[in-house]
């Protein structure tokens, strides 16, 4: 099952197991079961601390389950967790295994100290980047509390399930059979919604936090870069983000960063968080800025959680995120069948029709993406003609399962009450309306700044971007803003990356020539 570069990468992991490993399988005769069986068998080969055993009764076939001797965990995995997954699976047997996780000690020891049963189960898919966020989070929450299970199960394999809990989108969560929220999400964000008063205990930490001299909102590229530079030079530096990584987490492959030949959103997310984590960086995870506003010495940074925090200079690299249609039944529908990310949903709707919007090059990409897994694809353009690359639109049209309409304006998403059923779009020649039957409709059409608890206080533009000059700074003097965010050209990671450091120097250039007065 594994080849022999993995197993000599898996291999070298294992040594770190301080204790005993035993797996119970649950298989049948399927394709699939033998898959399992023969991934396991190629785990215990690698360690004398791990076992495998059959067992019987699983609600899930084939999935097995991880603990260890004389430890209260219960962590299951429902499928095969390879692709994006395989991670979560090797994170998952060290953890078991009794190796430290790389994660805060405050952040362990509230896990531990949750009360309470909770049964969650995540739905996945393989492709998904952002699923192994909740996946590795969830494991981790029940290694530490016994009060905590978890099981991880493909939503592709387990197709019955998907269509009896209208799984329309990954990863999903279920605590205790009800459920409990979709997308990515943190230990932090998960914790805030089980652990009675954990919002207020860290909000109330927050506001004793000291001022900064740079405060830097959002855990993008701009934003990691911009905390290394300041922290270098030495002076006090927090980043608040809603999640670390931003927009970068909803990218599949990145082959354009400058000497990284290939790499992938959720890798170079955590490679981003490690970098920021060397220096001496107060990170605040899950909190969302809400207002800014000038005080004496600084600036005041409102969070939604009720915290205030202060500081000399900010930085603002808040990135984007999908522009939505605007349409009727649009937000009703979202994770019932209105999705985002290809990469993430498309194995739910396999088999199934399904319309992208948008002709540009995402758009165009995720048609021909989605086209080798669904049964029909409808393209659906504004303008007169698509705007994808001549290469992309040519690969398009080459496929039998997918129709172009120009000339079209989404005009709503029709749906049951419980999912989507078509799409209604006005030709925009015509004036005709009319419907398209489907299951799934993926939104390509660009992305909007995270700007909207901004104005007023500082120039924008009329898209919401930040306007910056050449070094960065906005029209509030001591604030700079840097990435997707703002009005510089070329929305790339490289040049997120780079502006963000711009920033921080710009930043640093304003500190040293502020009044002695106000710089103490």
């Not at 362990?108 to 952002?130: A, P």
């Not at 890798?267 to 005080?295: C, F, G, K, N, W």
């Amino acid at each position: 099952m594994l080849d022999t570069t993995m197993k000599a990468q898996l291999k070298a992991y294992l040594e770190r197991l301080t204790r005993p490993v035993e797996i119970t399988a649950f298989a049948d005769d399927g394709a699939k079961s033998a898959e399992m069986l023969a991934l396991l068998e190629d785990i215990r080969g690698l360690s004398d601390k791990i076992t495998v055993a059959r067992g019987a009764g699983a609600d899930r076939v084939p999935s097995f389950a991880l603990t260890s001797p004389e430890q209260d965990i219960h962590l299951t995995f429902a499928g095969l967790p390879m692709g994006h997954e395989f991670t979560s699976l090797v994170l998952a047997l060290l953890q078991v295994g009794g190796y430290p996780p790389k994660v805060e000690q405050a952040l362990m020891d509230q896990i531990k100290h949750v009360k309470g049963s909770f049964h969650f189960e995540t739905y996945f898919s393989l492709s998904c980047q952002n699923c192994p966020d909740v996946v590795q989070a969830l494991n981790l929450m029940a290694v530490l509390n016994p009060g905590i299970t978890h099981v991880a199960i493909d939503g592709a394999l387990f197709q019955g399930e998907v269509e009896a809990r209208q799984v329309m989108s990954v990863p999903t969560i279920f605590l205790n059979g009800a459920p409990f929220g979709a997308g990515r999400m943190g230990p932090e964000e998960i914790l805030a919604k089980i652990d009675i008063g954990a919002a207020d205990r860290a909000a109330a930490a927050l506001a004793e936090e000291a001022p900064f001299d740079v405060l830097v909102i959002g855990g993008g590229p701009a934003g990691a870069a911009a905390a290394v530079y300041a922290a270098r030079k030495g002076v006090r530096t927090g980043v608040v983000a809603e999640r670390f990584g931003g927009q970068v987490l909803d990218t599949m492959a990145i082959e354009n960063l400058i000497s990284v030949p290939h790499t992938e959103g959720p890798q170079l997310a955590r490679a981003l968080e490690t970098h920021v984590r060397q220096y001496d960086v107060q990170i605040m995870a899950a909190q969302a800025a809400t207002a800014l506003s000038a005080v004496d010495g600084g600036f005041r940074v409102d969070l939604a959680s009720g915290a205030a925090l202060t500081a000399t200079s900010v930085i603002l690299s808040t990135g984007a995120r999908w522009r939505k249609m605007g349409v009727p039944g649009e937000d009703q529908y979202l994770n019932k069948g209105v999705a985002f990310c290809p990469h993430c949903d498309g194995p739910l709707f396999k088999g199934k029709r399904i319309a992208v919007i948008g002709g540009g090059n995402s758009g165009v990409e995720a048609a021909i993406d989605l086209a080798g897994l669904v049964s029909h694809v409808t393209l659906i353009e504004f303008d007169s003609v698509l705007r994808a690359d001549d290469v992309l639109q040519r690969k398009l049209r080459s496929l039998p399962n997918v129709s172009v309409i120009t000339q079209a304006r989404t005009t709503e998403v029709l749906g049951d009450g419980t999912r989507v059923t078509g799409l209604r779009y006005e030709d925009r020649q015509s004036g005709a309306v009319r419907d398209v039957a489907l299951e799934g409709i993926f939104v390509q059409i660009g992305l909007v700044p995270n700007t909207d608890w901004l104005k007023g206080t500082l120039a924008l533009t009329p898209r919401g971007e930040i306007e910056v000059d050449a070094h960065g700074a906005t029209s509030l003097t001591g604030v700079f803003a840097a990435g997707d965010c703002t009005t510089v050209p070329y929305k790339q990671i490289v040049i997120a990356m780079g502006e963000g450091a711009k920033a921080s120097l710009a930043a640093f250039d304003h500190l040293i020539r502020l009044p002695l007065s106000s710089a103490a």
